[in-house]
Structures are given as structure tokens and as C-alpha cells.
């Protein structure tokens, strides 16, 4: 099906590891998105790509690094985990015009212990 | 500063009545507005928008009603079915579509 993949879909970390989360879709977007969900805070941008080539910071974008590696990936790296990154994160994507805003991907569960 | 505020973390009602959820932005500069439903496990889903010219738009069972000058929005399901129970996010943007800024969710039951 046509969409957004996020990889992986659950991951544990221990304190001071890095890893990087993949998404990548298919649907020729230009603008790709990190969220985090933490319960009563909502959904929160962590960084955004406009368009292939360019990235900007979010809301809280503090402990995350971003590349738009061509048109369809977009990947998040968390350098040195810490437990306040324990979050579910969610990637997403759209175009100028749509009327539904973002398609989502299904979302990576991350636990820093 | 929360700029979309949804102010029920909860809400239950009976199969059949009326759904209720709110939402309250404080930056004039959004133009357009949406809804998600979000399933456990899943990614948020599309449900309804509706634009800054607009007061109301209506899919189905779902409305959506659009008040400027109160900066209030808000969602209706009529009638609800169990199958609506899921977290709902309103979400507001300005111009084409760019960064969306979500709210804090409504976890949404209904009971058969």
C-alpha cells in the first residue's frame, strides 16, 4: 500500500546510545515530518523538510538531528538517547494542496532506559 | 505556549447520542483546521478539515464547526458507534497546507 514506513517499530535503548529512525513514502510529497506523542502533551514537531534538500527545527527539537536524504527519506537520529526521549515518534508527509494535511506513518515506540 | 488547546482529556458517551469534542487555537494566523482519529498502535489517520472561510463542513456522521471570533472549533459525530472510540486530535495550520500545530487529544469512548 501506498504511504508512509517508518523503521523500526520498537526499539530499547540503553542511556548514551545513538540510533536513527527511517521513514521513507511513496506518494512524491515534497514536505516530510518528526512528531513525538507523550501522553497530555499531544503531538509535538520535532524537525520538518519543506522540500528535498532542506530541513528546519520544530517545537522541541533539542537532542535530534535530521537528513533528507532524497525526496521520498527522512531519517531522525538521536545521538546520545536520554530517558526524556522515551516517546513515540511518527512520521509524516504531504503536499501543498491537500485537504487531508499529513499521511502518518504507523509510528516507532522508543524506550531509553 | 499551547497554541491548540483541547481542554477534555476524556470523553464517554452511549452508542447512538451525539459526540462532542472541542478545541480552542489562540493564533489568528491559522487558516485551516483538522481533525485525526488515532487508533492504538496505529499512526493518525485523516478525518475532516475544514478552511478559515468556511463555519462549517460535514462528512457523513462527522461535522465540523468553525468559530473565528471565539477561536473555537469543534467536532460532532452523530450518531456514535464503538467503532469511534479512539483518541481525537484537532490540528491547525496557515497557508497551503505547511506545519500542522496538534492538540493535546480527547480519548473518545463509546459504550455499546
Known amino acids: 500500500n501506498a504511504g508512509v514506513t517508518q523503521t523500526p517499530k520498537f526499539q530499547v535503548l540503553k542511556t548514551g546510545q545513538s540510533m536513527t529512525l527511517q521513514c521513507a513514502q511513496d506518494m512524491n510529497h515534497n514536505s516530510m515530518y518528526w512528531y513525538r506523542q507523550d501522553p497530555g502533551m499531544g503531538l509535538r514537531l520535532i524537525y520538518y523538510?519543506?522540500?528535498?534538500?532542506?530541513?528546519d527545527k520544530g517545537e522541541v527539537p533539542n537532542g535530534y538531528n535530521v537528513s533528507r536524504l532524497n525526496k521520498r527519506e527522512f531519517s531522525l537520529r538521536l545521538e546520545s538517547a536520554a530517558p526524556s526521549q522515551t516517546s513515540v515518534y511518527f512520521c509524516?508527509?504531504?503536499?501543498?494542496?491537500?485537504?487531508?494535511?499529513?499521511?502518518f506513518g504507523s509510528g516507532t515506540r522508543l524506550t531509553v532506559v | 505556549d499551547q497554541q491548540v488547546k483541547q481542554n477534555s482529556p476524556s470523553l464517554s458517551v452511549q452508542e447512538g447520542r451525539i459526540s462532542i469534542l472541542n478545541c480552542d487555537y489562540t493564533n489568528s494566523m491559522f487558516d485551516y483546521f483538522l481533525w485525526y482519529k488515532k487508533y492504538p498502535a496505529e499512526g493518525p489517520t485523516f478525518l475532516i478539515s475544514i478552511s478559515s472561510i468556511k463555519d462549517k463542513n460535514e462528512d457523513g456522521r462527522f461535522t465540523v464547526f468553525l468559530n473565528k471570533s471565539a477561536k473555537h472549533l469543534s467536532l460532532h459525530i452523530v450518531p456514535s458507534q464503538p467503532g469511534d472510540s479512539a483518541v481525537y486530535f484537532c490540528?491547525?495550520?496557515?497557508?497551503?497546507?505547511?506545519?500542522?500545530?496538534f492538540g493535546q487529544g480527547t480519548i473518545l469512548t463509546v459504550h455499546p
Open positions: 523538510s519543506a522540500s528535498e534538500g532542506t530541513t
Open positions: 490540528a491547525a495550520g496557515g497557508t497551503s497546507y505547511g506545519k500542522l500545530t
Open positions: 509524516a508527509s504531504s503536499e501543498v494542496g491537500q485537504d487531508y494535511g499529513y499521511t
